[in-house]
């Protein structure tokens, strides 16, 4: 297995990690879901018994495990997924944006959920060094890809 592989194995591993986590806030419920910064919102929807944020933790789970899938995939551990190559790339962006923009977008938009994260800047600083992390896994994977797709 190349590094390149092995390195978008290690990012899909994290990202089924945070899509399990994601599953472990539904089950843990209100607290859960304000420790992990979902907002108070939602954790106050989920006491009254709304759907709603076992619902939109679901896709979250949902995207985070199709992202994982398809490093798995990339990495040559199951069969090659369709545009591989290309959702691999797409995925490392997305994680970058998350990574860049999550601290900026607490600290200059004004709204009760970013001044909650305001409150919260040791997670926001942790996560958004994750998603860092995440991001150039897969950014190291896909080029890895392309590169041998190239020669």
Same mark, same amino acid.
Do not use: N
């Given at each position: ?59 979250? *789970?949902?995207? %985070? #495990?199709?992202?994982?899938? @398809? &490093?798995?995939?990339? $990495? =040559?551990?199951? !069969?090659?997924?369709? /545009? ?44 958004? *060094?994750?998603? %860092? #992390?995440?991001?150039?896994? @897969? &950014?190291?994977?896909? $080029? =890895?890809?392309? !590169?041998?797709?190239? /020669?």
């Amino acid at each position: 297995m190349r590094v390149s592989d092995r390195v978008l194995l290690c990012g899909g591993l994290l990202t089924g990690a945070a899509a399990l986590l994601h599953i472990g806030i539904i089950i843990g419920g209100p607290a859960w879901y304000r420790f992990f910064g979902a907002g108070e919102r939602l954790a106050r929807l989920a006491v009254s018994g709304s759907a709603v944020p076992a619902m939109v933790t679901t896709g979250i *789970a949902a995207l %985070l #495990g199709l992202a994982a899938l @398809y &490093a798995v995939s990339g $990495a =040559g551990v199951v !069969r090659p997924l369709p /545009l591989h190559r290309p959702i691999l790339a797409l995925i490392a962006l997305v994680f970058l944006i998350r990574a860049l923009g999550g601290v900026p977008a607490v600290l200059f938009v004004d709204t009760p959920y970013m001044q909650m994260l305001k409150g919260r800047m040791t997670f926001m600083l942790i996560s958004s *060094a994750l998603c %860092l #992390g995440i991001s150039l896994c @897969y &950014a190291i994977g896909a $080029a =890895g890809l392309f !590169r041998r797709d190239a /020669l």
